[in-house]
Each structure stands twice: as C-alpha cells, then as structure tokens.
C-alpha cells in the first residue's frame, strides 16, 4: 500500500545545529508540503513543491530550506536550530491532477530544541 | 493574504451532546476542505464542499458551505468519545501558481466526557 513515512519520529537537537527531517511517499504524487503544528496556530505552511526541482516559500520559511530532487523526497532541513522551532512537523503529498486534491500526512516528527 | 478563521478554539462536550465548528474566510473560496486529528495522530481527511449552499453527511457528521462560499460548519450529533480530536477547515492557498496549497484554519480541540 502507498504510504507516506517520516523520520525520525523525535528528535532533541541543540540550538545551532544543523537539523534535516525526512520525508519519503510512495503515492507518487507531485505535490508535497511541510507544516509546523504548535498550539493555537493550527498547520502553517514551511515549504512546499509542486515537483522535481521545485521549491516555494510557506508563511513561515524564515531558517528552514527544503531540496526536492526526485518525486518521492522532501526533506526539511533546519539551517541553525532555534528554541522557536520546537515542534511537531508534518510531511504531507497530495496529487496535482484531479479536482480533489485531498492531503496525506505523515505521522509527525517531534522536534525539541534545547 | 487569505484567512481561514476557525471557532470555537476548544469545545468541551458531554457524551451525547451535539458539536459545531465554523470556519470563516474574508474571500470567496471554491472550495473548502475538512480534516480530524486524533490525540497523538495526523490529519486526516473528511471530505471536501465546492457548491454554493452544499450539504454533505457521513453518519452523525454534517457538514455545511456557505450560499456565498466564505463560511462553512461541521457539526456532530450525539458526540461520542470517539468523536475526540482535532478538526481543521482547509481552503485553497492564494499566491501564485496553487495546484493544491492549503491554508488552514486554526483547528478546534474537541473534548467529550463520558
């Protein structure tokens, strides 16, 4: 069955370090997104790609990048881990043809910045 | 950009009692997605509304677009304990090209005692 996986499932990083996040779905869709959930914020969007070799700026981009070379992986990658990016992050995909276009979301990552 | 604002932001029920969440947005959407989250878990997906005034039902869950397609509802009757989590409105994402960007809405926790 398709799925969509991420890893890992927690992480306690450092502030400063270099952090990536993976993201890998086998729907084989064209589309796919990061979000943060925190409290009262809901899901915002990071980054997103509507396919190989493209990448768009979420609302809340700002120390966060995302590389998509191949149609199954996004990965996240946190440029210098700050204490504001504690959180849990979820990958979703979701196909660019058709009407409905509904997502499919990883199951997370907790991330803890201390 | 476009807003999706969603109420109440947390809703605690007694088993049996009925539920409702709104979202609204200040532009026209052509079309409005619904997601639940359980404790713990991912988004999920519902079910999705494109008509002016559409109604749609899945068992005990009903939900509403709005005539001018700038609002929408989800309400629940005889809530269960099942019934327990997280649920999003989703409208489209404004801001260039959007094959399938989402704006969320703030989500609404809903508790159920039994």
Redesign the interface.
């Known amino acids: 069955d398709a799925e969509i996986t991420q890893s890992p499932r927690h992480k306690i990083t450092e502030t400063g370090r270099q952090v990536t996040l993976a993201c890998h779905q086998t729907w084989n869709h ?2 796919m ?1 990061w ?1 943060r959930q925190d409290l ?6 990071i980054h ?1 790609s ?1 396919g190989v070799q493209d990448t ?1 700026k979420g ?1 809340v981009s700002d120390g966060y990048s995302v590389s998509r070379s191949n149609t199954e992986d996004l990965p996240l990658t946190l440029e210098s881990a700050a204490s504001s990016q504690t959180s849990v992050y ?1 990958c ?1 995909s ?3 043809t058709g ?10 990552t907790r991330l803890t910045v201390t | ?1 476009q807003q999706v604002m ?1 109420i109440p ?1 947390y809703q605690h029920v007694q088993e049996g009692e009925d539920f409702t969440t709104y979202c609204n947005s200040s532009t026209t959407l052509s079309n409005i ?1 619904w ?1 639940k989250q359980r404790p713990g ?5 519902l079910i ?1 509304l ?1 008509k002016s005034g559409e109604v749609k039902k899945q068992k005990r869950l009903t939900f509403q677009f709005g005539e001018a397609k700038k609002n929408s509802s989800l309400h629940i009757t005889a809530t269960q304990t099942t019934d327990v989590g997280t649920y ?1 409105c989703a409208g489209p ?1 404004t801001g ?2 959007s ?9 609404t926790i809903l508790t159920v005692h039994p």
């Open positions: 064209n589309n997104f979000y009262g914020h809901g899901l915002r969007l997103y509507y768009n609302e979820f979703a979701s196909d660019r009407f409905l276009r509904e997502q499919y979301f990883g199951p997370g | 950009g969603q932001q997605q997601y878990g991912h988004p999920v997906f999705q494109v999003f994402g260039g090209t094959y399938g960007k989402l704006t969320f809405g703030q989500g």
